[in-house]
């Protein structure tokens, strides 16, 4: 980090929080704090719902997803489309119609109290941890890698974030969320052009597919029904369209982009350029971890990725087994490089897959020594390809704009919820369990508290953290847990119009039970409990309430 890039940082992260206060002080009311005076526009809709889904774990884990993996994470998004469809005909014109402040809200009256309850608490649950977790994501690669403070990088991101959501509420978040995505635009599309114009002068665009593909990189749709295998098509259409359907129709975070809109028409249509856009942008940020994979091949690359783990077996026991397995690692990227600069007309397919396996055997080694020689160390890495990548190849100024894209999107993702555990708190939780009517100056002071309340708990949570697997994966999992049964509630209020409040809270408390249990146990790849938990609290409401109807029956019959 040369001073360049530390202004470039420092200004744009500014320019962020000022932008939103002055944009957006002084709400006066529960409409316009909690719902920006509902007058967005669809573009604005749509760049807000994006970079809330859009957090710092997805360009730091997503590049590091194809390094590894390839592009075939891509179809856990095929159900976004048609998740955006359904949720334009059937949410957004029943939440418009109503009025809502919060998608809980319409849960009272058609069900009851302790329904909507249950379902805010749910979401507080999960959103709650989540919110931890988008801070924690950017921070602790942060720190292994640059050496920066890991609580100090927590506290900074919450307090930023929690200056300008505070100050102005949903519109706060709506107005600097369109600053962000377009730093986050700019600074991924530079990444791209950076990491081709390093290739040698002889491969182009076409070569560098060639050469990934070669490597398997470039496999996208997977048609298997290996239930192990957590990303094929199936899983992208039924288990991705159950999970975004979740997300975007129940959770707080996105439904609060959405009740914005200045009519029915411009929520619909923010949703559907959400729809439309995502799936490419997704392709294009895991085409750039594939086009890093690339550049690695004609340059050196370190065994693993994150510094502390190297730290750590290098002060150990174990030094001298890990400098024998970079020697090996270093060997087979030069016989890869031979291969590639080789101009004969040979097939050098079988030998570079060769070559390959044979280096994810080296670092898979690598992997076992690191835990050996400290198990408290994250040995998972590849959270941080990309910002090695970024820090060790680009030129002075950028390598601020790409931090600066990295911590914009972990603001706008952790203000969106704070935005939303806030109101969903203030308005189901307080407002409607108060005895009395508060006036409307009164609820915005007490969503602000709730807003700090909510900021603090999710730095705590960041700062107690441990990395998961990886952690696009782990905010997914949260999400999973939850998002299904919450669905199915929601489901059942649009469609099932016979089944009643007790029968649906007592299904949702079983079904919760159930998928917590199916989760530990491991029974299921995590996509897939969106979809079972919304078929079982269904199932299970419609049976509770079947045999309610009977007894009710027989009992007039008796009677």
Not at 373 to 382: I, L, M, P, R, Y
Request: glycine share 6%.
């Amino acid at each position: 980090m040369q001073t360049l890039d530390w202004i470039v940082l420092s200004i744009t992260l500014l320019f962020i929080v000022a932008f939103g206060i002055y944009k957006t002080r002084g709400s006066k009311n529960v409409d316009e704090y909690i719902k920006g005076g509902s007058e967005s526009k669809w573009w604005t809709i749509g760049l807000s719902v994006m970079a809330t889904q859009a957090s710092a774990i997805t360009f730091l884990s997503a590049p590091g997803q194809a390094f590894n993996d390839g592009m075939g994470f891509v179809q856990f998004y095929f159900g976004l489309p048609i998740a955006m469809v359904i949720i334009c005909l059937v949410f957004i014109p029943i939440y418009h119609k109503l009025k809502v402040y919060t998608a809980y809200e319409y849960l009272e009256g058609r069900f009851d109290l302790k329904t909507r309850t249950l379902a805010a608490i749910l979401f507080l649950i999960q959103r709650g941890l989540a919110a931890g977790i988008t801070i924690f994501a950017p921070a602790i690669i942060l720190s292994a890698v640059l050496g920066w403070d890991l609580i100090q990088l927590n506290i900074i991101i919450g307090v930023l974030v929690i200056l300008y959501t505070v100050s102005g509420g949903t519109k706060a978040v709506n107005v600097t969320q369109k600053q962000q995505m377009g730093i986050i635009f700019l600074g991924m599309s530079v990444a791209f052009y950076m990491i081709m114009q390093q290739l040698p002068q002889d491969i182009t665009f076409s070569k560098a597919l060639d050469i990934a593909g070669t490597n398997g990189k470039m496999k996208v749709l997977d048609f298997s029904f290996d239930l192990n295998n957590r990303y094929t098509v199936w899983t992208g259409f039924l288990g991705g369209t159950f999970l975004m359907l979740s997300y975007f129709g129940t959770d707080q975070s996105q439904v609060q982009r959405y009740l914005t809109g200045k009519t029915v028409r411009q929520s619909q249509m923010g949703l559907i350029f959400n729809g439309l856009l995502k799936i490419p942008m997704q392709f294009f940020i895991l085409l750039v971890g594939v086009m890093v994979f690339v550049f690695y091949q004609f340059n050196a690359s370190p065994l693993h990725f994150n510094p502390k783990a190297k730290e750590a077996v290098i002060n150990s026991e174990y030094a001298a087994e890990y400098q024998q397995l970079e020697t090996q690692h270093q060997q087979i990227e030069k016989d890869k490089l031979a291969l590639l600069l080789d101009e004969s007309d040979f097939d050098k397919t079988a030998q570079l897959q060769a070559l390959e396996n044979k280096d994810r055997e080296v670092r898979a080694k690598a992997k076992t020594i690191i835990s050996k020689a400290d198990s408290g160390v994250e040995v998972n890495d590849k959270d941080y390809v990309f910002l090695h990548f970024i820090l060790n190849n680009l030129p002075r100024g950028l390598i601020g704009l790409l931090l600066a894209v990295i911590l914009s999107a972990a603001m706008s993702s952790t203000a969106s919820e704070l935005n939303a555990l806030a109101s969903t708190t203030t308005m189901d939780l307080y407002r409607r369990n108060v005895g009395e009517e508060k006036s409307e100056l009164h609820y915005v002071k007490a969503s602000k508290l709730f807003t700090l309340g909510w900021g603090i708990l999710a730095i705590l949570v960041a700062c107690v953290a441990n990395l998961f697997d990886n952690l696009i994966q782990l905010v997914n999992i949260i999400g999973s847990i939850f998002y299904g049964n919450v669905l199915g509630i929601f489901l059942l209020a649009f469609f099932i119009k016979f089944v009643r409040g007790n029968a649906v809270f007592t299904a949702a408390v079983i079904t919760q039970a159930i998928i917590i249990t199916v989760w530990y146990l491991d029974w299921l790849p995590y996509l897939w409990l969106n979809l079972l938990g919304c078929a079982i609290v269904m199932t299970l409401a419609i049976i509770f309430q079947s045999f309610s109807k009977k007894e009710l029956e027989l009992n007039e019959n008796y009677n």
